[in-house]
């Protein structure tokens, strides 16, 4: 058997040759990668679709041990859209992202304890830090443990995202290539989106919705795509952060034209399907993207046509409101209903709320539904202080991007930082419509504007370059 690992290992070098295969890094990472996929059948059924599964899950287990650690964080990105089909592993769901992300994780943490490497300096980490502890003290009023614990770990699991990102994306290549396999990802749900529409306008089939999500306006009934979720504000909340991070890098990034050509066509794409997920709250923060937009990028002469084009927009901002209304008349309430409720639940129980993920089950919650809000939601899951933490976090993501701009030259990491401030900005809008909180695309941008910004400062500043090698060189040097 050692005789037959050392052979894998040996051919895993020649075809992913890297620095981290040096020692006993190889073999720790197996070891921790085999129970991880083995033990998961304990945890469900024992059908034999099932066992296929996880059969296909520890051969991939074995195979992400041998490619370099940052493109497992490409794969990560690329396996977002795929959240929602995961399998049950015990009280727990596991998607493939969060698989590929605990094998990361422990790869990462393998190879920086073996080398002597240090985790990069980041103002991100005490804030998070501090979010998830003022997240813990729910537990101790929760009526449901097994459900708190559910959302806890995916709450960990999206730091731990942005925390890996931070770490593995501190040069310009690397955040080229996170931001190829977001678009990526992005052009694969729009087309399976595409593909939904298809199958319900020729079969009358709608894959991958629960239930059939359709839009009445004016007498005709249009379907909302969904692509890979089951809701169609899902899709538009993950969409807008690509279309927001493409333009600036279709328009900034200096790249080829056979890059800039693939940018513009997922950029159409997504734009496409985002509009037919007729979710009003993303396209009212989309709409007030491209106004600030386009008034920032405006030339001095034009201005005064850009704001006649704002006043005109203004004008018709009441039949619009009537348009969003007739789309779905009942729903507008229910989500008054939801987040007036969020907010009693939040100001009756101050301190630590009624526990994570128990908002939807209380007795007082006529649609057993979220706040439809993340920021009700986390005030009243978990309290008033998590949820300041959590501002605070975003406030100092935000800063520490500013500053870098500051002082970042123009090129393709100033591209994705401004790309990724906007973006993150518009999923902020939006999150205050739609309990944002658990997904990894908001983490994985944190990530990325966390180490954009390192690499700006780094350009510009001698000490800083130096300060920021002191403190990374050790993980750049971990994967070739």
Known sequence: MNHAIHRLCRCAKRICPARAWSGAAPYASLGLALPLALAAPFGSSSSSLQIALFALAAALAITVVLVPLQWLLYGVILAIPFDNLSLPVGPLGISVSDALLVVLVLRWLLVVAQRGGRIARSEIYAPATL??????????????????????????????????????????????????????????????????????????????QWDLNAAHIGGMTFLRLTGTYVDPNWLALYLIGPIVLGLFVALEQPASRRYKAFVWAALA????VFLMTFSRGG?????????????????????????????????????????????????????????????????????????????????????????????????????????????????????????????????????????????????????????????????????IISAAAAVARADHSPEETSSVEAHTQPLLEQES
């Open 283 to 447: 396209w009212v923060t989309l709409l007030a993207f491209m106004v600030v937009f386009v008034l920032l990028r405006a030339r001095a002469p034009s201005r005064g046509l850009w704001l006649a084009m704002v006043i005109a927009v203004l004008v018709a901002a009441p039949l619009l409101a009537t348009m969003f209304v007739e789309i779905n008349p009942s729903s507008v309430r229910s989500r008054e209903v939801l987040q007036e409720l969020g907010a009693e639940v939040m100001t009756e129980h101050p301190l630590a709320g009624t526990g994570l993920g128990t908002f939807k089950y209380l007795p007082q919650n006529p649609f057993h539904g979220p706040t439809h809000s993340i920021y009700l939601q986390i005030g009243a899951d978990a309290g008033i202080p998590p949820l300041v933490a959590f501002l605070w976090l975003g406030l100092v993501v935000m800063v520490n991007a500013v500053r870098a701009l500051r002082v970042a030259p123009a090129g393709s990491t100033r591209a994705i930082l401004v790309g990724s401030v906007y973006a993150l900005g518009c999923i902020a809008i939006e999150g205050a419509f739609l309990d944002a909180l658990i997904v990894k695309y908001l983490w994985v941008l944190v990530g």
């Open 269 to 272: 794409l997504d734009t496409a």
């Open 131 to 208: 979010f998830f502890a003022l997240l813990l003290p729910s537990f101790l009023v929760t009526s449901d443990y097994a459900l708190s614990a559910r959302h806890a770990f995916a709450i960990l699991m999206m730091l731990t995202t942005a925390l890996v990102a931070t770490n593995l994306l501190r040069s310009e290549g690397r955040l080229r290539h996170a931001v190829t396999a977001f678009m990526v990802a992005s052009a694969v749900i729009s087309l399976l989106a595409l593909a939904q529409l298809y199958l319900w306008l020729r079969y009358h089939i709608s894959p991958f």
